[in-house]
């Protein structure tokens, strides 16, 4: 089912672009709801905004802890626009349809990157945007999710050109990416809490990243590969930055990452130390006083 986007919630940590997708947004008609710093954002460049205290009828608290976790919030996501059943709990309880919902969540894995202390690291675990997110996801027969601002040029084009509405098919698209998004997040924080616990061998361990670089093939050239970063700060090729070259391959990428590895191993500061590696073999290692040696 497609209908046009005329109810949109917009809560984002990261602003970029924010201001002219709400902007378009009112421009075709669209109500604008909104959160915190998010509707301070939009109301500073003229925007009209509802705060979503007024859609729930009850304030931030626990500074800002609990703002979404409301059923006029999540009825308005999860609704089924076909169930006449949902509907009637719509109608009964005074719940509208949210049909766009634009969160990218608060920034953990960078407060974690920036060596961000304990209680930093807990004060940036999103809780309501996460829900909200995979509410949404949830509802991508009916509703449009957007995590990524890189996003936001694609659904403008297509409510331009239907009328209003997005399709079934990108509205899936965003829908796999959002999920994507939130289970990398749950993993940046699961594993991070893991390693303050002390935990090696957890009864479930999560796995998740951010694409750095889609490779042209893997191993061979038969095979598709992708590099993803880990939201964790440890030192590596993952987060390293290429300062010439062309586009490393999958096999310069596994190379470099053993090489960095096994130059690791020497104490820096006991030595200097260089390691060659072709095919993720070291074929050659060398120490000295200091690396120009």
């Not at 007024?54 to 169930?83: C, Q």
């Not at 999560?206 to 964790?232: C, D, M, T, V």
């Amino acid at each position: 089912m497609t209908t046009p986007i005329r109810r949109a919630l917009l809560s984002v940590s990261d602003k970029s672009g924010l201001v002219e997708f709400a902007r378009q947004l009112v421009e075709a008609g669209v109500e604008i709801l909104s959160t915190g710093g998010s509707a301070k954002t939009l109301r500073d460049a003229g925007l009209a905004v509802t705060d979503v205290s007024e859609v729930t009828g009850f304030p931030e608290i626990m500074d800002g802890r609990v703002k979404t976790l409301h059923p006029n919030v999540h009825g308005g996501l999860l609704a089924v626009r076909s169930n006449e059943d949902h509907l009637a709990a719509m109608s009964k309880h005074g719940i509208a349809p949210i049909d766009l919902l634009v969160c990218n969540l608060y920034p953990f894995e960078a407060t974690l990157t920036a060596g961000g202390s304990y209680d930093d690291c807990v004060e940036n675990i999103d809780i309501g945007g996460p829900a909200m997110t995979r509410a949404a996801a949830k509802n991508h027969h009916f509703v449009t999710v957007i995590v990524d601002a890189g996003d936001y040029d694609d659904v403008i084009a297509e409510m331009k050109n239907n009328d209003g509405a997005t399709s079934l098919e990108l509205r899936r698209k965003l829908a796999a990416k959002a999920y994507a998004r939130t289970a990398a997040y749950d993993a940046a924080v699961s594993n991070w809490l893991l390693a303050e616990a002390g935990e090696t061998a957890s009864t479930y361990r999560a796995f998740g990243g951010s694409l750095i670089q889609s490779l042209r093939y893997g191993e061979n050239p038969h095979q598709w590969a992708a590099f993803y970063r880990q939201g964790k700060p440890r030192p590596g090729v993952a987060n390293a930055r290429q300062l010439q070259g062309k586009e490393l391959s999958y096999n310069n990428i596994n190379d470099t990452d053993a090489a960095y590895e096994c130059v690791a191993e020497f104490d820096p500061a006991q030595t200097a130390a260089c390691v060659i590696v072709k095919h993720a073999n070291p074929c050659g290692a060398a120490m000295a006083d200091n690396l120009t040696d």
